[in-house]
């Protein structure tokens, strides 16, 4: 995870016929897909120890980039024993590796600006949609005899900005190639949205235009704090995030995004101290509480946390693993985010 609306007119009844049909059969996808709801997810949980860890805190899905875990290998194996489930995220390195070479192409940055996401081209052979989706069908072949995936994750935003929208076309025929292969099978199409100062507005809206009806069954919302080169315990911060969440969702909705039909995935922050050559702010329980009952308030289904795994944490990082505070402050958003799914199930 790294990482102008259009408005359309419509100029006839024919126009209007067709945009219903197509409304309804999206809609109609959407219905037929694994339910995700109320799932308790995490990045990277890449070992049988860090599958112990999690399922002890309660969580039940991994999300896992790269290749999956199957049944047959050790790790597949505690999951299975563990009841637990893997969202397949290998498609979204997959897009990464093509949004980079994108950058040393079609999309370079500005004159003047330095490509600060991607200096080098990391993976050149990855350099048009057909060999992504070429890519993505051998993926979904396997994944469809994988008892362990019920999910995509099909991007960790599109970071680099210049190239705003220049993965949606892509989306839409990925989630075609997901119905054709694994056709209940959920493509989630993550957005990422900082965790800043209150009433401070961060939000770029060029973050969503990846976004369409046709790309993407559910939403992934993922929020951090960003790096800073000294710690800090993160109180400056608002954990709610109430000004960055209404302006995430405001962007979307222009894109005709419906929570009601595509229902958001909360992916929140637990990890803090050392990360790279700086350190991320907090962590309390307080804060990740606060977090996960702000996300859920505001109508996502599931709740989930990054991370388990990560090449930036420091050797005296907080994280699931090593930080009771962390590991408390997962138990309790989950049970905050139980109690808003039954109270709003009730007042329903």
């Not at 995220?89 to 994108?102: K, N, V």
Request: glycine share 8%.
């Amino acid at each position: 995870m790294t990482r102008a609306v259009a408005s359309m007119f419509l100029l006839s009844m024919l126009l209007v016929s067709g945009l219903v049909s197509d409304v309804h059969s999206s809609a109609q996808s959407v219905s037929n897909t694994v339910s995700l709801n109320h799932i308790t997810a995490g990045f990277s949980i890449d070992s049988v120890a860090r599958v112990d860890n999690a399922a002890s805190l309660g969580v039940n899905t991994a999300i896992i980039y790269g290749k999956p875990f199957t049944p047959s290998d050790p790790v597949g194996a505690e999951m299975q024993a563990k009841g637990m489930h893997e969202i397949d995220a290998g498609i979204s390195s997959e897009l990464f590796y093509y949004e980079c070479h994108r950058t040393h192409t079609v999309a370079p940055p500005p004159a003047g600006m330095t490509n600060s996401y991607c200096a080098t081209d990391v993976k050149p052979s990855v350099n048009s949609e057909s060999v992504v989706l070429a890519d993505v069908a051998a993926k979904l072949k396997a994944d469809a005899a994988n008892p362990l995936v019920d999910g995509y994750w099909v991007l960790d935003d599109w970071a680099y900005l210049c190239d705003a929208g220049g993965a949606k076309t892509i989306l839409q025929d990925i989630r075609k190639e997901i119905r054709q292969y694994t056709p209940s099978y959920p493509a989630i199409c993550g957005f990422g949205v900082a965790i800043v100062q209150p009433n401070v507005n961060a939000w770029d809206p060029r973050i969503a235009q990846n976004f369409s009806n046709a790309g993407c069954d559910m939403v992934g919302i993922y929020s951090y704090v960003s790096t800073y080169p000294t710690p800090s315990d993160g109180s400056q911060f608002d954990f709610t995030m109430q000004t960055m969440l209404a302006a995430a969702f405001k962007s979307l909705r222009q894109l005709g995004w419906d929570r009601s039909k595509r229902s958001p995935l909360g992916i929140g922050q637990a990890f803090a101290g050392p990360y790279g050559t700086g350190y991320k702010p907090g962590i309390t329980i307080s804060q990740m509480t606060t977090q996960a009952r702000s996300f859920c308030k505001a109508g996502a289904v599931s709740i989930g946390w990054y991370g388990w795994d990560d090449p930036g944490f420091g050797s005296q990082a907080l994280l699931p693993t090593t930080s009771t505070t962390v590991q408390q402050g997962i138990i309790r958003s989950i049970a905050a985010c139980r109690s808003v799914w039954s109270s709003s199930k009730k007042s329903g």
